[in-house]
């Protein structure tokens, strides 16, 4: 008896110990959160800001992320204006700068830290003084000429507008290059003819509309009429409970199928649109909405089942739809405000201060400005409108084509 029972005891507890050895075999899964392997680990924006780069500075900044669990940096050259905390400001691309940048790559080698560097300094993507204008990014532009069909036409056609811009005959302006005291460097200029297409039009109504505010203030029609996206009117920019509008009322009934609309300005960088247009069509008493126009960088073009009425109009609806991710929020304490200056898109006849920020013109004390003309595009009659919001502080111009 004994003997057993000694038996038994040595077996319960190698039962034990084996329970005891299985319970402590680490869970890959949990292992990996607690120290993630090198491709799992997230990478980083290294700025190197405005030349405020020592070698000091390179290795403290390394070792710092490489104990925080950070697996690797992409290199970032920009200004936005950063004063100068250096003895010594290395510029980008000087002999400095790159023995200091090669002095990075080693340091991240021995840090087995990932190591990768942007296409190019602060945010001109893939361009910069050193690509020909043939070769950097280019859009397309063109112009239209109506002429008498069913006979030969001898003369020169309208030449499409050749100003270095994002869109059409927007001039270009970066809010970055705002920033600092670099000197101001006109935009490299190329234009090219592409080709030339013939095609019929039917003929639209050749009666202009009648234009008012949504005050009920008749608009000027020549200053209406020009096509040029940077003149304007005032118009009134209401209120959230009665937005500013502009209507159109015609002769007689019109077709449009479709609408383009353009307001510089209006899309702050990381931000949202104060407005989210509408579209809309007189019915009887009332108004129907027939399309939202969302405001962007460029022309916005929406298309719509044909509506054909005598009188249209946009109003300015406030935007209260999902906001965009922008910046997202600063660390505890910090302030943030507005920093990018907006598009400043001087309206003709106008004058605008130097340095005038548009996002003051987003008050709501501050006038809206518009600008409509009437012309034929395509096989049906068209409208453009143009329009501009703000203040002495700055003028932009918004384009709506319906047609």
């Known amino acids: 008896m004994q003997f057993s029972t000694r038996a038994i005891c040595s077996l319960f507890l190698l039962v034990a110990g084996l329970g005891s050895a299985a319970a402590e075999t680490p869970d890959p899964l949990a292992a990996g959160f607690s120290d993630p392997p090198a491709s799992a680990r997230p990478r980083v924006w290294w700025h190197w800001m405005n030349g405020n780069i020592t070698t000091e500075g390179i290795r403290a900044d390394l070792a710092w992320m490489k104990r925080a669990g950070i697996g690797g940096v992409q290199n970032f050259d920009a200004n936005l204006g950063t004063p100068q905390i250096v003895a010594r400001r290395l510029a980008y691309m000087t002999p400095e700068w790159r023995e200091a940048f090669r002095t990075a790559v080693d340091v991240a080698r021995e840090e087995g830290l990932e190591f990768t560097i942007a296409s190019s300094p602060g945010w001109s993507e893939t361009g910069g003084p050193w690509v020909p204008p043939a070769d950097a990014m280019k859009k397309l532009v063109w112009s239209e000429t109506v002429v008498a069909g069913g006979r030969r036409y001898t003369g020169r056609l309208a030449e499409p507008p050749s100003v270095t811009g994002p869109y059409g005959s927007l001039p270009y302006f970066d809010p970055l290059a705002t920033f600092g005291s670099a000197p101001a460097t006109a935009p490299p200029v190329y234009y090219s003819d592409v080709v030339v297409l013939a095609f019929p039009a039917a003929r639209g109504t050749e009666a202009a509309p009648h234009a008012a505010s949504g005050a009920g203030r008749t608009l000027d029609a020549a200053a209406?009429?020009?096509?040029?996206?940077?003149?304007?009117?005032?118009?009134?920019?209401?209120?959230?409970?009665?937005?500013?509008?502009?209507?159109?009322?015609?002769?007689?009934?019109?077709?449009?199928?479709?609408?383009?609309?353009?307001?510089?300005?209006?899309?702050?960088?990381?931000?949202?649109?104060?407005?989210?247009?509408?579209?809309?069509?007189?019915?009887?008493?009332?108004?129907?909405?027939?399309?939202?126009?969302?405001?962007?960088?460029?022309?916005?073009?929406?298309?719509?089942?044909?509506?054909?009425?005598?009188?249209?109009?946009?109003?300015?609806?406030?935007?209260?739809?999902?906001?965009?991710?922008?910046?997202?929020?600063?660390?505890?304490?910090?302030?943030?405000?507005?920093?990018?200056?907006?598009?400043?898109?001087?309206?003709?006849?106008?004058?605008?201060?130097?340095?005038?920020?548009?996002a003051a013109g987003l008050n709501s004390k501050s006038p809206l400005e518009w600008t409509w003309a009437i012309h034929e595009t395509g096989m049906c009659p068209s409208i453009m409108v143009k329009a501009a919001i703000g203040n002495i502080a700055g003028v932009a111009a918004l384009s709506l084509i319906i047609r």
Do not use: C
């Open 224 to 358: 209406l009429s020009e096509g040029n996206l940077q003149t304007a009117v005032d118009v009134e920019r209401g209120t959230p409970q009665a937005p500013g509008s502009v209507t159109l009322s015609y002769p007689m009934p019109t077709t449009v199928r479709a609408a383009t609309l353009f307001l510089p300005g209006a899309l702050p960088p990381f931000g949202d649109p104060d407005f989210l247009p509408a579209l809309e069509v007189r019915e009887g008493a009332g108004w129907r909405r027939i399309i939202d126009l969302p405001l962007t960088d460029v022309p916005t073009t929406v298309a719509f089942a044909p509506v054909t009425a005598s009188e249209f109009r946009l109003v300015l609806v406030p935007n209260t739809g999902p906001k965009r991710v922008g910046l997202g929020d600063g660390a505890p304490g910090a302030v943030v405000s507005g920093i990018f200056p907006a598009s400043s898109s001087p309206s003709k006849n106008r004058s605008q201060k130097p340095g005038s920020n548009h």
